[in-house]
């Protein structure tokens, strides 16, 4: 199955990803993001990182988690390689996400090509048909 696809975008970076659950579907978004900076492949599995977000609504959870992994490279030089544990739970009126970040801290054995200033709510889809698939335009 295609984790996610790159679509064309006048100034930005937007992808589609997907899958099977929702919670697979913001992991591929995960990947997809990365991508956008570094060979998520490539990243060594050295170093963990607990991510817990929550959102009024599962865009801003979205949005939310996709921000950690520019908040992590900008904060603490972190390179996700993997999202793993990835639940969501809502309760309430609110979202919750928890996963878990595998990845290595910057060093120059790795290779970062581009630069994610920011998520955007822009063109932000979450669709359930007979799969998930999420929709992000990143600022670039």
Not at 24 to 48: G, H, P, Q, S
Not at 63 to 75: A, G, K, M, R
Not at 94 to 118: H, M, N, P, Q, R
Request: charged share 35%; with cysteine; hydrophobic share 40%.
């Amino acid at each position: 199955m295609e984790r996610y696809r790159f679509l064309d975008h006048t100034a930005d970076a937007k992808f589609q990803a997907f899958g099977n659950t929702l919670e697979e579907a913001f992991c591929n978004a995960a990947l997809a993001t990365a991508l956008l900076m570094w060979d998520w492949e490539k990243i060594e599995k050295k170093v963990e990182h607990q991510v817990e977000v929550q959102g009024r609504d599962l865009k801003q959870l979205l949005y939310s988690f996709l921000e950690e992994i520019v908040y992590l490279l900008d904060s603490r030089s972190f390179l996700m390689g993997v999202p793993e544990r990835i639940r969501l739970d809502k309760k309430g009126g609110l979202y919750t996400l928890k996963a878990l970040f595998k990845g290595d801290e910057y060093s120059e054995k790795y290779e970062i090509y581009g630069d994610v200033k920011a998520i955007t709510y822009d063109e932000m889809e979450i669709v359930e048909d007979d799969r998930f698939m999420v929709q992000v335009v990143v600022d670039i």
